[in-house]
């Protein structure tokens, strides 16, 4: 559930702001609060009824090194580290500007949210990365409604206006093509010195989806069903460029037996629980990066796996009792039971635990060379989550500056627009690490808010 915020409809709009903002999720409420923190009048507006978007379906965590955090709890990283796991786990394809801004903004973002009395001052650990620089709350709630909750009632506290039912249907744009606002719900216009685009990606958007990956058109998407590409087309229609949209990223550890998929968070994995596949048996390295791991997973005959994980993962992961409270989780009182409720084979399951505790015990999973998130799984009772692959983020989008200014199809910039978040586009490479889309929802609202003011005032 979202913070109560008392959000108002088009009909209190005003005629004019110095910023509006497209999008309420991480990105939106990040560069409304930096923005307001350096004197501007912004207003958020959001097509949806509610509030947040596919920031809060986030569960595990937000990414930075040598932050403020790890200092406290004894974590050795390093920028350079963080910079290089992340060019590799996105196939060297990632923007090498953008992503040195991002690693070297990380840890900032960290201490900007504990300024304000955001405190993730807990560390986990995600597929791809070396060291525990996954940032959450030390209640292990999940981080996205952690989060969006914690900056809406800042949002609240400063006065910033949320319009809700309010979809941007086009940018406004004078005679030298600089944006001067917005048309919203194709009746009402309101002008603005900066807009920026904080829409989110086209994740649920199937006419994207069969347009630039038709491999995945069938897949089920973890986003929420307005991820459908506004942002993309509002800034397409006004000459911006874009990039890399084939780039899709399929997350591997989905539910998806409902009507609906649930994404299963990266920290289930990242402390401690292991992949079987239909005869009990480990096939991959947990915690490669997340398009590894969802093709060892396609290529097995079901397609799907089984999570498997004990008390001790459960009792560090507080999104499970979610999980569970909508009947996600399988449970076994003994791993024979266990194995039984989920139709493998019990003596192949015992014996794939066995082995993965006793490479726990010497530090050293020789079958598959996993060397983060290694805990033992022998605390009864005995959990299953049944996963298997689904469309979750896209890694294309708008081409914008470190400073979310947007590229036109010339190189030149397009005045007045910006745009940050998972609109944008070249960050992540092929392949986004996972912690790094609620980091970059913060990092780069924060400079849009910050290069608003500055170009503005």
Known sequence: MAYKFPTQTVDNLK??????IVGSGGTGLAAAIQAHQYGLNVAILEKNSFLGGNTMRASSGMNAAESIVQARLGVNDSMQK???ETLKGGGYMNDREMLHYFVEHAPLAIAWLE???IKVDDLTITGGMSKKRTH????MAPIGAFLVNNLLKLADERHIPIFIDSKVTSLLQDKDKKITGVEVNKEHQVRAKAVLLATGGFGAAKDLIAKYRPDLRDYKTTNQAGATGDGLKLADK??????QLELVQVHPTVQQDTNHAYLIGEAVRGEGAILVDRDGERFINELSTRKIVSNAITETPEHSAYLIFDQGVRDRVKAIEFYDSINLVVHGSTIEELAENIKVPAANLKKTLQSWNEAVKKNSDTEFGRTTGMASLDHAPYYAIHIAPAIH???GGIHIAPDTRVYDTNGNFIAGLYAAGEVSGGLHGNNRIGGNSIAETIIFGREAGKTMAKLIK
């Open 15 to 20: 005629e004019e702001y110095d910023a509006i």
């Open 82 to 84: 963080f910079y290089d």
């Open 115 to 117: 300024d304000l009395g």
């Open 136 to 139: 959450r709350p030390s209640s």
């Open 238 to 243: 006004v000459g911006a460029q874009l990039e």
């Open 393 to 395: 983020y896209t890694m």
